[in-house]
C-alpha cells in the first residue's frame, strides 16, 4: 500500500477511535521495527558500525540515506529521502518516535534536524553521539 492508503487509514483511525488512536500505531511500528533490528545492529562493536549496520536496515526499508563524518561536523546519517514523508508532514509524532527508536538501537544521543539542501543535498541530519 502507498503512502496515500496509509495515510487514508490513519485519519480513519482516528476518526473512530481517537486522537490517539495514530499514535498507538506508529509507537507500534517503531517498536516492532526497533525489535526486528535490534539484533544486526547490535553486532556492530562500535557507534560507528551500529550506525551503518542501521543505515543499511534503513535503506532496505526504503529510506535513502548514508553515514557521513567531518571533523567539523562530526558523525551524522544524512537522509535524502524517507518514504513515510507524508507521514511526518500530518502526524509529526513519527519523527519523535523514530528518533527514540534509533537512539535505542545505538545506545546513544541522536539528534534529528531537517535542513535546506545544503552542499551534500541531504534534507535531514540525524547527528550521532560519538564522542566525549
Request: aromatic share 10%; proline share 2%.
Amino acid at each position: 500500500a502507498g503512502v496515500e492508503q496509509t495515510l487514508t487509514g490513519m485519519e480513519g483511525v482516528k476518526r473512530f477511535f481517537g486522537d490517539s488512536a495514530p499514535e498507538k500505531i506508529l509507537f507500534h511500528h517503531y517498536e516492532q521495527q526497533r525489535s526486528k533490528w535490534a539484533a544486526h545492529v547490535s553486532r556492530g562493536k562500535s557507534i560507528v558500525e551500529k550506525a551503518t549496520r542501521l543505515v543499511e536496515l534503513r535503506e532496505k526499508s526504503g529510506v535513502f540515506c548514508q553515514c557521513h563524518y567531518t571533523r567539523e561536523v562530526g558523525f551524522r546519517i544524512e537522509e535524502y529521502h524517507h518514504p513515510m514523508q507524508a507521514i511526518f508532514e500530518k502526524f509529526p509524532s513519527a519523527i519523535k518516535q523514530e528518533v527514540r527508536m534509533m537512539e535505542q538501537l545505538l545506545g546513544t544521543k541522536v539528534v534529528r534536524t531537517r535542513v535546506a539542501q545544503e552542499k551534500s543535498g541531504a534534507l535531514v541530519v540525524y547527528k550521532i553521539g560519538v564522542l566525549g
